[in-house]
C-alpha cells in the first residue's frame, strides 16, 4: 500500500494540519507520499521531506497551482492517485474544497473527517454535529479520505529525510481563477493548533468587550475562538467561529465565555480535554459539558481570572 | 438565466437526535424534518438573484423520500418556479446524489447551480465539489459573497485564515456558507400559491444514473459522554482547580 498525502500550505509554510494528516497515513500504514502542489513552494517540499515517516515528496511547481484551485489541482491529484491506495487530505478549508473534485474525478466515494483509523479500509467518523459516530468501511480501490486534525497528534516534523521529486504535469482547466485574497491578522496561536483556546459568545454584548477575552488569552498563551452568535452579531471575524460550520478545536483546555452552548457550537469543542463554562444562565447547556463550571457575570470573573492566572 | 437549488430533507437542526439502540443508524422515527439550513440559504440566493433580474428562472431540485416534497414545496413557496424530485427510498452517497444532479443538469442545463456547503445530518460537505467535477464547471465553495456579471461569476469564499474571492466561468457551482444571507419566511399567501406550482418527480433509473456505493456504514455508536463536571463558587476556586486538579495552566 502506498498512501498520498496532500499537503496543506501557503507556498512558504507548510501548514501543522499536515503533520496530522501524515500520523493519520501512519496509523494506515505503508509507503507515504506528500505531493506539494504550488507555486514556488519549494520550502514546503523540503520541509515535507523532513516530516518523519514520509518517504518521498512530489513537488508539482506550476503557476495554476499557485492558489490551489480545485480545477487545476484535483487532475493533478486524481492523475497521480491513480497509483495509490489511499489519497488523504486534511479537512481544512482547502482539503474539503478539492479533495471531494479528487474522488468524483476517480468515481468513487470520499470519507470525510475521520476522527479514527480502524484497519486500512474502515474508519470512524462524526455524523449529526458530532452526536453519532459513523464506522464506514470502504470497499473503493483508492481510498479518498479527508482528516480531522484533531483526532490525530501531529508526527515530528523533523527526523524524515525523504527525496524530492518535482513533477512536470501541468493542468489548467481555465474554468477558474484567482482574485483576492483578505486575510485576518492575528499574533496569537492558530486557533485549532492552541494548546488553551478562550471563547465568547453573545454574551460579550460587543466587539470592544473581546478585549477582556484577550488581555486572558495574551496572559495564558491561547487563542481566541467565537460562537457563531458572536461572528453574526459582527463582534469578531468569521475564520474565528468554532463549532460545526466553523473550526473544530480539541485543546487542553477551553474556556467558553458567555456561550451557552448550542449542539453546533459544541460539535466544535467537545473533545477538548477540559472545558470551562463562565456564564451567568446556571441552566445553560454549556454546563452539561463543562468540568469546571462558574455562574458568574463575565465582565467581572474574567478580569479578575486573569490577574490570578 | 437559469438557475438550479439542491435541497435536502434532514432532520431539523434543533433535535437532538439519538443513537438506535442497534446501532444501525440514528433514530428518525416520529423526528421533526426540515430543509437543510445551508439549502434554505441556497434558495434564497437564488431568488435574489431572480429579484435583482439576473435569474429568470428558478429549478429547485431534491433526491430523496417522497415526503422531500415537502422541501420542495417550501422552497417553491419561498420563491422557486418549478421543482424536481429524483425519488429513491434508500439512503444515498454524495457521489451518487452529484451523479444525479449531474443527469438533472445536463437535463435543465442551468447557467448556476447553488447548492447548501454540507448537509447538518452526514456533515460529508462532498456533494457540490463532486458535481462540479463530474460537470467540468468551475466551483466557488463556502460562498459569503455571489456577483454575477456577464458571463462570470465572482464567488466570496471563507476559508480558514480569512476570505479569497474567485472568478468562475458560467456555468459554476456554488456551495453556501452561513454569512452568504439571511432566509426569508414563507407568506402564507405564497405556501398556498407553492402547492399550485410544478413539481416533477423522477427517477434514478429514469435518469440513467447507477446509485451504487464503495462506502458502507457498519455501526453508528454515541459519542463518549464526558464525565459529569462541577460548579465552582468563585474565580478563585476556579484557577485552584486548574492548577493543581487539572493541571492545564
Excluded: W
Excluded at chain 2, 433535535?15 to 437543510?36: C, P
Excluded at chain 2, 433526491?63 to 422552497?75: K, V
Amino acid at each position: 500500500m502506498t498512501i498520498l498525502v496532500i499537503a496543506e500550505h501557503d507556498n512558504k509554510v507548510l501548514a501543522p494540519a499536515t503533520l496530522n494528516t501524515v500520523a493519520a497515513a501512519a496509523k494506515i500504514s505503508g509507503d507515504i507520499h506528500v505531493l506539494v502542489a504550488g507555486q514556488g513552494a519549494g520550502p514546503v517540499a523540503e520541509a515535507a521531506a523532513k516530516i518523519a515517516g514520509v518517504s518521498k515528496v512530489l513537488n508539482a511547481d506550476n503557476a495554476a497551482y499557485a492558489h490551489q484551485l480545485p480545477e487545476n489541482v484535483a487532475p493533478l491529484v486524481a492523475e497521480l492517485g491513480k497509483n495509490y491506495s489511499h489519497i488523504l487530505a486534511a479537512a481544512t478549508s482547502n482539503g474539503k474544497n478539492i479533495l471531494p473534485r479528487v474522488a468524483a474525478a476517480l468515481d468513487v466515494d470520499q470519507i470525510s473527517e475521520i476522527i479514527s483509523v480502524e484497519s486500512a479500509d474502515t474508519f470512524k467518523r462524526p455524523i449529526y454535529a458530532g452526536n453519532a459516530i459513523a464506522t464506514v468501511q470502504s470497499t473503493a480501490a483508492i481510498k479518498v479520505i479527508t482528516v480531522r486534525a484533531t483526532g490525530f497528534d501531529p508526527v515530528a516534523a523533523e527526523g524524515g529525510s525523504a527525496a524530492v521529486e518535482a513533477v512536470g504535469a501541468a493542468h489548467d482547466a481555465g474554468t477558474s481563477s484567482f482574485v483576492s485574497e483578505e486575510l485576518a491578522k492575528s499574533d496569537r496561536p492558530e486557533l485549532t493548533a492552541a494548546k488553551i483556546v478562550v471563547s465568547g459568545g453573545r454574551g460579550m454584548q460587543n466587539g470592544d468587550n473581546f478585549k477582556h477575552l484577550y488581555a486572558l488569552a495574551d496572559k495564558l498563551g491561547a487563542a481566541v475562538g467565537a460562537s457563531r452568535a458572536a461572528v453574526d452579531a459582527g463582534f469578531v471575524p468569521n475564520d474565528m467561529q468554532v463549532g460545526q460550520t466553523g473550526k473544530i478545536v480539541a485543546p487542553q483546555l477551553y474556556i467558553a465565555v458567555g456561550i451557552s452552548g448550542a449542539i453546533q457550537h459544541l460539535a466544535g469543542m467537545k473533545d477538548s480535554k477540559v472545558i470551562v463554562a463562565i456564564n451567568k444562565d446556571e441552566e445553560a447547556p454549556i454546563f452539561q459539558v463543562a468540568d469546571y463550571g462558574l455562574v458568574a457575570d463575565l465582565f467581572e470573573a474574567v478580569p479578575e481570572l486573569e490577574k490570578l492566572v | 438565466m437559469k438557475v438550479l437549488v439542491a435541497v435536502k430533507r434532514v432532520v431539523d437542526y434543533n433535535v437532538k437526535v439519538r443513537v438506535k439502540a442497534d446501532n444501525s443508524g440514528v433514530d428518525l422515527a416520529n423526528v421533526k424534518m426540515s430543509m437543510n439550513p445551508f439549502c434554505e440559504i441556497a434558495v434564497e440566493e437564488a431568488v435574489r438573484l431572480k429579484e435583482k433580474g439576473i435569474a429568470t428562472e428558478i429549478v429547485v431540485v431534491s433526491i430523496g423520500p417522497s415526503t422531500a416534497q415537502e422541501q420542495l414545496r417550501t422552497a417553491l413557496a419561498l420563491g422557486a418556479d418549478r421543482a424536481i424530485l429524483v425519488e429513491s427510498a434508500e439512503d444515498l452517497t454524495s457521489l451518487a446524489v452529484a451523479k444525479l444532479l449531474k443527469a438533472v443538469v445536463d437535463k435543465e442545463q442551468p447557467q448556476l447551480v447553488i447548492l447548501g456547503k454540507q448537509a447538518i445530518d452526514s456533515d460529508n460537505n462532498q456533494t457540490g465539489q463532486m458535481l462540479a467535477a463530474l460537470s467540468g464547471y468551475g466551483q466557488g465553495t463556502f460562498a459569503s459573497k455571489v456577483e454575477v456579471s456577464g458571463d462570470s461569476v465572482a464567488v466570496t469564499r471563507e476559508i480558514d485564515g480569512g476570505a479569497q474571492t474567485v472568478s468562475l466561468k458560467l456555468p459554476a457551482i456554488v456551495t453556501t456558507d452561513l454569512r452568504l444571507n439571511e432566509p426569508r419566511y414563507a407568506s402564507l399567501p405564497n405556501i398556498m400559491k407553492a402547492k399550485k406550482k410544478p413539481l416533477e418527480v423522477l427517477t434514478p433509473d429514469a435518469l440513467g444514473v447507477s446509485t451504487a456505493s464503495t462506502n458502507k456504514t457498519l455501526k453508528v455508536e454515541a459519542p463518549a459522554a464526558r464525565s459529569a463536571g462541577i460548579k465552582v463558587k468563585s474565580v478563585a476556586e476556579l484557577v485552584e482547580k486548574l492548577k493543581n486538579e487539572a493541571k492545564v495552566i
